[in-house]
């Protein structure tokens, strides 16, 4: 099957990697750079013979927006889309589109293991068989498929992603310094990474869409993100891919 799959580092990567395991004939490609790509005819007939579209843009609902239109309007009729549910619904996300019976949430927090478990979430006006063929083509990559409520963050990046931004909280207040606060949540609670790391690891962009789409949602204060979060995305130091978050990391 010819797989389409757009968005940020490092969720691409790790999305791709299953694919091609898969044996899927896959296709990646940036976010920034699919609008001149799709403009230059680069990418017209990659898109046209897409069995499947996975999304994987999650710093803003807008920016989500964006990439949708212009993967969808590409895509063949019968072209199944996967959202990354994360900055928003998938109900926001297939109320943008012209097919929105197409359209299956999903969530995933890197790092991705080629064993593990995929959240997956019906758009509202999903209709059969796209949320069959969804929960078929995560089977397929290895990944077991749980379906749970649709909203911004789904289960894990809700979770996850409030723990980072509450860790942000006490790197300002001066509570502890950020290697401290990851040994602590890493010795004290078995996390696997320490929730700064964590949060370098998945995009410190990401993590504050998911944040930004949880405020949105709910207007509570506990979903409020951090000011050291915000002020380091738009410093555009956003964790590892950029080379530099709440930790340095020179070998980027």
Same mark, same amino acid.
């Given at each position: 099957m010819?797989?389409?799959?757009?968005?940020?580092?490092p969720f691409v990567?790790?999305?791709?990697?299953?694919?091609?395991a898969?044996?899927?004939?896959?296709?990646i490609?940036?976010a920034?750079?699919?609008?001149e @790509?799709i403009?230059a005819?680069y990418?017209l007939?990659?898109? @046209?013979?897409?069995?499947?579209?996975?999304?994987?843009r999650?710093e803003?609902a807008?920016?989500?927006?964006e990439? +949708?239109?212009?993967l969808?309007?590409?895509?063949?009729?019968d @072209?199944?889309i996967?959202t990354s549910?994360?900055a928003?619904?998938?109900t926001?996300?297939?109320?943008?589109l012209?097919?929105?019976?197409?359209?299956?949430?999903? %969530?995933l927090?890197?790092?991705?293991?080629?064993?593990?478990?995929?959240?997956? /979430? /019906?758009?509202?006006q999903?209709a059969?068989?796209a949320?069959?063929?969804?929960? +078929?083509?995560?089977r397929g990559?290895?990944q077991?498929?749980v379906?749970v409520?649709?909203?911004?963050?789904?289960?894990r990046a809700?979770?996850?992603?409030?723990?980072?931004?509450?860790?942000?909280g006490?790197? +300002?207040e001066?509570?502890?310094?950020?290697a401290?606060?990851d040994? /602590?949540?890493r010795?004290?609670?078995?996390?696997?990474?320490?929730?700064?790391?964590?949060?370098?690891?998945? %995009?410190l962009?990401?993590? +504050?869409?998911?944040?930004?789409?949880l405020?949105?949602?709910?207007?509570?204060?506990r979903?409020?993100p951090s000011?050291?979060l915000?002020?380091?995305?738009? @410093? %555009?130091?956003?964790?590892r891919?950029t080379?530099?978050g709440f930790?340095?990391?020179?070998?980027?």
């Amino acid at each position: 099957m010819k797989v389409i799959i757009a968005g940020e580092i490092p969720f691409v990567d790790d999305v791709g990697r299953l694919c091609r395991a898969a044996g899927h004939d896959t296709a990646i490609f940036l976010a920034a750079e699919l609008p001149e @790509a799709i403009a230059a005819g680069y990418t017209l007939e990659t898109l @046209a013979g897409a069995g499947v579209a996975i999304e994987l843009r999650n710093e803003s609902a807008a920016a989500k927006r964006e990439l +949708l239109l212009a993967l969808s309007e590409h895509l063949p009729t019968d @072209a199944l889309i996967l959202t990354s549910a994360l900055a928003t619904s998938a109900t926001q996300a297939a109320a943008w589109l012209a097919r929105p019976e197409r359209v299956v949430g999903f %969530g995933l927090v890197p790092p991705v293991a080629g064993d593990g478990l995929v959240e997956l /979430a /019906a758009a509202m006006q999903a209709a059969a068989p796209a949320p069959a063929q969804a929960e +078929l083509f995560w089977r397929g990559l290895g990944q077991e498929p749980v379906w749970v409520a649709d909203g911004p963050g789904l289960v894990r990046a809700r979770t996850v992603c409030c723990l980072i931004n509450e860790a942000a909280g006490l790197l +300002l207040e001066g509570v502890a310094e950020a290697a401290d606060i990851d040994r /602590a949540m890493r010795l004290g609670t078995n996390y696997p990474h320490g929730p700064l790391a964590w949060g370098d690891l998945i %995009g410190l962009d990401a993590v +504050l869409g998911v944040m930004n789409g949880l405020f949105a949602e709910w207007g509570e204060d506990r979903y409020r993100p951090s000011p050291l979060l915000r002020r380091l995305v738009a @410093a %555009g130091r956003l964790g590892r891919k950029t080379g530099q978050g709440f930790y340095s990391y020179p070998e980027q």
